[in-house]
């Protein structure tokens, strides 16, 4: 629902994949489960590009933050599959290169979900619920 309301909106979007290096990892890109599902695959029409990291920083080995900067980019919106993994690391090493940080909130996530948001609520990122982000998106459709 994100995802698509920032292509509707026009929003640039930049997608992070994370290939592990670990064999054994299921986020290796040997393994079946490291694969993008249907909804979150990028659109090459819609210029979407689609970045490999290795690490938990999707700032690391990447040209993400060169990226933003050519664009112009002051604040991301961050979503993620491990919130206390790389979404963390990212919004950190984020907010320390001066980007303006949120990250999306839902009512069904889990209890580290939750208690990663709230240890670092206003210190690196504002915590925003995916609805708000959703309406304000909306909002900004209107503009386009």
Do not use: W
């Amino acid at each position: 629902m994100l995802l698509l309301s920032f292509r509707k909106a026009h929003l640039p979007i930049i997608h992070v994949k994370h290939d592990s290096s670990t064999l054994t990892s299921p986020f290796h890109p040997s393994h079946t489960g490291n694969e993008l599902e249907d909804y979150a695959k990028p659109l090459t029409t819609n210029n979407e590009p689609l970045l490999h990291k290795s690490v938990n920083s999707a700032f690391i080995g990447t040209d993400l933050e060169k990226r933003l900067r050519e664009q112009g980019t002051l604040s991301l919106v961050i979503v993620g599959l491990t919130t206390n993994h790389c979404c963390e690391t990212t919004t950190r090493m984020a907010g320390n290169l001066g980007f303006r940080c949120i990250l999306c909130t839902t009512i069904k996530a889990n209890e580290v979900h939750f208690n990663t948001l709230a240890s670092f609520n206003e210190e690196f990122t504002t915590i925003v619920a995916t609805k708000q982000i959703l309406d304000t998106i909306a909002t900004l459709s209107y503009i386009f």
